[in-house]
């Protein structure tokens, strides 16, 4: 089943300033980030409620190919992904704050 779903869709990078445990190459799961990957952060809800799952493939509206779920957020966020941008804060910057569709693949 393809479920699709609009959410607010931030950016976010590798650099220490940005995560909270000094380790910014580390996610929520223990997988290493590598600028160039395409990886994205999801919020909790979309685990718990949308059969979003960690390694899930995302297809961002507007952007080429598909985004592994490698990441969690903070509890607070709702219906939100962060994109992972690698090293270059201007490009997360540039990006912004966006609303977007995703579509994923639910068993």
Known sequence: ETK???VT???YNSVESQTK???PVT???GDKLKPGMKSIAVSRDLLKEQGIAHGTKV???GLPGKYEVLDKMNK???KKIDIYMGTNVQEAREWGKQQVEITWEVD
């Open 21 to 23: 445990k000094g380790d």
């Open 59 to 61: 297809k961002i509206e």
């Open 4 to 6: 699709t779903m609009e």
């Open 76 to 78: 607070r966020w709702e």
């Open 27 to 29: 996610t929520a799961w």
């Open 9 to 11: 869709a931030t950016a």
